[in-house]
């Protein structure tokens, strides 16, 4: 399934777990969820990110981490150095845990069906 299909129902699934403020997810455990192998996420989660970072909303894909460590994945923020990425995530997810605008994320749905 490519982003414009898979990445919605990503989102719908990363909102349940934020509004529910639960844990992160692993990528093994959003893609079960999702019918699909892990390595399939990364261009629906950076399609995520990118909009979720032009629409000034916490980012969703930080809700996703390696089963190890708890790190965030390889491809979130790629440009950081991995302890700035963890930091980073944990940002984003206490953003996420404090964010009560959730219709907002339907922007993100919209933005990524019309421009992948």
Known sequence: MSTPH???ELVRLLVAQARERRRPLTAAEL???VGHPAH???EPLQAISRHCEQLKLPDLASLVCR???GAPEPGWRPGLPPAERLVSAWEEQARLWA???WLKYEEVILRIQRLG
């Open 31 to 33: 893609g079960k969820a």
């Open 99 to 101: 964010f009560e605008e």
């Open 6 to 8: 898979l990445a919605p």
């Open 67 to 69: 089963e190890e460590s």
């Open 40 to 42: 399939a996420l990364g």
